[in-house]
């Protein structure tokens, strides 16, 4: 047995690589964090003009995967709602793995805040002088809490490692946790819904920036509905595509076909839905909204880059090719086009935030500004990578260490 | 006309003709309120100017070109009290853009004056006003301001300095309105020369006229009564509903002033009533 041999700590019943290829790539993702590292170590001491961020380009690449992973992340609260709320059994089977995303696409998104915001000490500042009419005080509120939230779903996971769950008070704690766990799935829905929301909310309530407004229902504008719905719509696609990478990466079957099937029509279902939705909140905003503005829709897409190709790669190809593949059972059935449908669809979503953050930035309000470029530095791009590097670890590790799919060890016997 | 709950509603109105777009407002601006120079002010886009001068022209090859300037400070919106672009009956209508966003209440609308402050000292950076402002009104300081050379001496006691990672605009010279009221307080008279903002008394040409909108004797009231067919403000159709208003009587510079679909008239919207 080598020295390193770490297989105790495995869960019962299933093979992991041997720990020298785990350390070579662990190694690899390190280098991700310590390139983001070095990075908010800049911007920490050196300020902010580090980036390429500007008074035009007052929000960056950070806040568009900022928006993408919290979209992405939503298949941990939505997957534990209709486990344990709406008691869907074949998901259980899943919902370890949409927690652990989850928890790192959020957590992940605040540390990444911490660095993006000019005085992070102040942070707390939303909380204390927290303004109500500010969507942004809700995104803040929600996301904090829900982390934790994230963290009490996690907690009994991994206590149920192996050499933990033999101390028995951790095992009876584990235990009582999971029999409540529909509380937190309960208030981890409640809080993500306005959350989700509340980010669609930033841009559609920027009444005087005329590419991000939408008119909407009470106080809500429409992007507040349709960032819910892109989200529980990508969500659980991201989820099982991680699951799908796991599967190739480890050579093992981690989950049954079913399961990812299921978790296809869910998101099928509610691309669908988005999409109709998207339609026609894009055809009321080009026709009334920023008409009203004086501002016509072609307007939007003449000037930089940005061309009408950006709309058509966001809902066409991000949205309509997707739902509908999603939607026909024989995509569903196939392994390879199952994973390029839920690759589109999460394409989709982080094109919607792309576009919400970035081109109502771009696109100039005053008649006599310029349109201005932006190109993130290798800072920016450092805390990027950093934040998919200690996803990687966080993940790695759980996968390594945890009994995250309980269905690992049938599907993979003699 | 903004409405106004409290006292005061003070504005400005800035006579575009009258503007040769010799930049003393900016000056006046920045040395008034302690506005550094950053270490590369080369970088346009992250310099910090509460007063703008945007030059704009008529589009037309000489000998027709013809240029105007529009001085820029923070346009103190008051929020859409008409609805969406002014068209819709909206009883709820809209915050000031940048006031409404911001998480920490680092910045409000002052109900007496309806001057929309700024709190450095509470602000997170966040930058989601900046992101709210069609006006580019709003400035992050990506720097430390360096103040070489003893150029600290000459700092104004007034007016605090701002630190890195957080935002800053125009205050309509607020620490002056402070003065005045000092002044008040201590028996004297608060009249219409007391509160002045330091661009404002910069013009040369004066262009740029500042007072209560509120009070009829006050020059600014005057203005907009004696020459409201001449004035405007920056992007109305919004609703943002900005206390600074301009003045021209060229046509073109109007319709530069907002947007306009193809074949659209401009839209006039009642001033000073």
């Given at each position: 047995?080598?020295?390193?041999?770490?297989?105790?700590?495995?869960?019962?019943?299933?093979?992991?690589?041997?720990?020298?290829?785990?350390?070579?790539?662990?190694?690899?993702?390190?280098?991700?964090?310590?390139?983001?590292?070095?990075?908010?170590?800049?911007?920490?001491?050196?300020?902010?003009?580090?980036?390429?961020?500007n008074?035009?380009?007052?929000?960056?690449?950070?806040?568009?995967?900022?928006?993408?992973?919290?979209?992405?992340?939503?298949?941990?609260?939505?997957?534990?709602?209709?486990t344990?709320?709406?008691?869907?059994?074949?998901?259980?089977?899943?919902?370890?793995?949409?927690?652990?995303?989850?928890?790192?696409?959020?957590?992940?998104?605040?540390?990444?805040?911490?660095?993006?915001?000019?005085?992070?000490?102040?942070?707390?500042?939303?909380?204390?002088?927290?303004?109500?009419?500010?969507?942004?005080?809700?995104?803040?509120?929600?996301?904090?809490?829900?982390?934790?939230?994230?963290?009490?779903?996690?907690?009994?996971?991994?206590?149920?490692n192996?050499?933990?769950?033999?101390?028995?008070?951790?095992?009876?704690?584990?235990?009582?946790?999971?029999?409540?766990?529909?509380?937190?799935?309960?208030?981890?829905?409640?809080?993500?819904?306005?959350?989700?929301?509340?980010?669609?909310?930033?841009?559609?309530?920027?009444?005087?920036?005329?590419?991000?407004?939408?008119?909407?229902?009470?106080?809500?504008?429409w992007?507040f509905?349709?960032?819910?719905?892109?989200?529980i719509?990508?969500?659980?696609?991201?989820?099982?595509?991680?699951?799908?990478?796991?599967?190739?990466?480890?050579?093992?079957?981690?989950?049954?076909?079913?399961v990812?099937?299921?978790?296809?029509k869910?998101?099928?279902?509610?691309?669908?839905?988005?999409?109709?939705?998207?339609?026609?909140?894009?055809?009321?905003?080009?026709?009334?909204t920023?008409?009203?503005?004086?501002?016509?829709?072609?307007?939007?897409?003449?000037?930089?880059?940005?061309?009408?190709?950006?709309?058509?790669?966001?809902?066409?190809?991000?949205?309509?090719?997707?739902?509908?593949?999603?939607?026909?059972?024989?995509?569903?059935?196939r392994?390879?086009?199952?994973?390029?449908?839920?690759?589109?669809?999460?394409?989709?979503?982080?094109?919607?935030?792309?576009?919400?953050?970035?081109?109502?930035?771009?696109?100039?309000?005053?008649?006599?500004?310029?349109?201005?470029?932006?190109?993130?530095?290798?800072?920016?791009?450092?805390?990027?990578?950093?934040?998919?590097?200690?996803?990687?670890?966080?993940?790695?590790?759980?996968?390594?260490?945890?009994?995250?799919?309980?269905?690992?060890?049938?599907?993979?016997?003699? | 006309?903004?409405?106004?709950?409290?006292?005061?509603?003070y504005?400005?109105?800035?006579?575009?003709?009258?503007?040769?777009?010799?930049?003393a407002?900016s000056?006046?601006?920045?040395?008034?309120?302690?506005?550094?120079?950053?270490?590369?002010?080369?970088?346009?886009?992250?310099?910090?100017?509460?007063?703008?001068?945007?030059?704009?022209?008529?589009?037309?090859?000489?000998?027709?070109?013809?240029?105007?300037f529009?001085p820029?400070?923070?346009?103190?919106?008051?929020?859409?009290?008409?609805?969406?672009?002014?068209?819709?009956?909206?009883?709820?209508?809209?915050?000031?853009?940048c006031?409404?966003?911001?998480?920490?209440?680092?910045?409000?609308?002052?109900?007496?004056?309806?001057?929309?402050?700024?709190?450095?000292?509470?602000?997170?950076?966040?930058?989601?006003?900046?992101?709210?402002?069609?006006?580019?009104?709003?400035?992050?300081?990506?720097y430390?301001?360096?103040?070489?050379?003893?150029?600290?001496?000459?700092?104004?006691?007034?007016?605090?300095?701002?630190?890195?990672?957080?935002?800053?605009?125009?205050?309509?010279?607020?620490?002056r309105?402070?003065q005045?009221?000092?002044?008040?307080?201590?028996?004297?008279?608060?009249?219409?020369?007391?509160?002045?903002?330091?661009?404002?008394?910069?013009?040369?040409?004066?262009?740029?006229?500042?007072?209560?909108?509120?009070?009829?004797e006050?020059?600014?009231?005057?203005l907009?009564?004696?020459?409201?067919?001449?004035?405007?403000?920056?992007?109305?159709?919004?609703?943002?509903?900005p206390?600074?208003?301009y003045?021209?009587?060229?046509?073109?510079?109007?319709?530069?002033?907002?947007?306009?679909?193809?074949?659209?008239?401009?839209?006039?919207?009642?001033?000073?009533?």
């Amino acid at each position: 047995m080598s020295a390193l041999d770490d297989s105790r700590f495995w869960p019962e019943g299933v093979k992991r690589c041997s720990p020298e290829r785990f350390g070579l790539w662990m190694l690899c993702c390190g280098a991700l964090l310590a390139w983001a590292l070095l990075s908010a170590f800049l911007c920490l001491y050196k300020g902010l003009n580090q980036t390429a961020m500007n008074d035009y380009f007052a929000f960056g690449v950070w806040i568009v995967v900022d928006l993408a992973i919290i979209a992405l992340g939503a298949g941990a609260f939505f997957t534990g709602f209709l486990t344990y709320l709406l008691r869907t059994d074949e998901l259980k089977n899943i919902i370890n793995a949409a927690v652990i995303i989850g928890f790192i696409c959020y957590s992940g998104a605040i540390l990444m805040l911490g660095i993006d915001i000019g005085q992070p000490i102040r942070g707390w500042f939303g909380f204390w002088h927290a303004n109500v009419h500010s969507m942004l005080t809700e995104v803040m509120f929600c996301i904090t809490t829900y982390l934790i939230v994230l963290i009490i779903e996690f907690v009994p996971l991994i206590l149920e490692n192996r050499q933990i769950n033999k101390i028995p008070e951790f095992n009876v704690f584990a235990h009582h946790l999971h029999r409540i766990m529909i509380v937190f799935a309960g208030t981890g829905t409640f809080l993500s819904f306005f959350h989700q929301g509340s980010l669609g909310g930033m841009y559609g309530v920027l009444y005087a920036r005329p590419f991000a407004f939408r008119e909407g229902f009470m106080i809500w504008p429409w992007t507040f509905f349709l960032f819910i719905l892109s989200a529980i719509a990508s969500g659980p696609s991201f989820t099982t595509l991680i699951v799908m990478l796991t599967e190739k990466v480890s050579g093992r079957r981690l989950t049954s076909h079913k399961v990812k099937m299921l978790m296809a029509k869910i998101s099928g279902g509610l691309l669908t839905f988005y999409v109709l939705l998207k339609l026609a909140d894009t055809y009321y905003w080009a026709q009334v909204t920023s008409a009203k503005a004086g501002v016509p829709f072609s307007f939007f897409y003449s000037d930089g880059p940005y061309g009408i190709w950006i709309l058509i790669l966001e809902i066409v190809v991000g949205g309509i090719i997707p739902a509908a593949m999603l939607l026909a059972p024989m995509v569903r059935k196939r392994y390879g086009l199952l994973a390029l449908a839920m690759v589109l669809n999460c394409f989709g979503a982080v094109m919607n935030r792309f576009v919400m953050t970035i081109q109502t930035l771009a696109i100039p309000v005053l008649p006599f500004e310029k349109f201005i470029g932006y190109l993130p530095t290798w800072q920016e791009w450092g805390i990027a990578a950093g934040v998919v590097g200690y996803g990687f670890i966080i993940y790695s590790l759980a996968y390594r260490y945890l009994p995250v799919f309980p269905q690992e060890p049938e599907l993979n016997k003699g | 006309m903004p409405v106004a709950t409290g006292e005061h509603l003070y504005g400005m109105v800035i006579d575009v003709d009258k503007c040769t777009g010799c930049g003393a407002c900016s000056v006046a601006c920045m040395s008034e309120n302690n506005i550094g120079t950053l270490p590369d002010e080369t970088d346009k886009i992250r310099s910090i100017t509460w007063l703008r001068v945007y030059q704009i022209d008529n589009g037309r090859p000489y000998p027709d070109t013809e240029v105007a300037f529009f001085p820029r400070p923070c346009m103190h919106c008051g929020g859409s009290w008409g609805g969406f672009f002014q068209q819709d009956a909206d009883p709820e209508g809209h915050h000031t853009p940048c006031v409404s966003v911001c998480p920490a209440t680092a910045t409000d609308y002052d109900d007496e004056t309806g001057i929309v402050s700024q709190i450095p000292t509470r602000c997170i950076g966040c930058r989601y006003c900046v992101a709210a402002c069609p006006y580019h009104a709003r400035y992050f300081n990506w720097y430390d301001v360096p103040w070489p050379g003893g150029l600290e001496q000459s700092l104004s006691p007034y007016v605090a300095p701002r630190m890195r990672g957080v935002v800053e605009k125009c205050t309509f010279c607020y620490h002056r309105y402070q003065q005045a009221r000092d002044k008040e307080f201590a028996g004297g008279e608060f009249g219409e020369m007391d509160y002045q903002t330091a661009c404002t008394e910069a013009c040369p040409s004066g262009a740029i006229t500042f007072g209560d909108l509120n009070n009829p004797e006050h020059q600014v009231s005057k203005l907009l009564r004696q020459r409201h067919k001449h004035a405007f403000r920056l992007l109305e159709r919004l609703g943002t509903n900005p206390k600074v208003y301009y003045m021209t009587k060229r046509e073109w510079v109007r319709k530069r002033a907002d947007n306009y679909l193809p074949g659209e008239k401009i839209h006039r919207f009642a001033v000073g009533s």
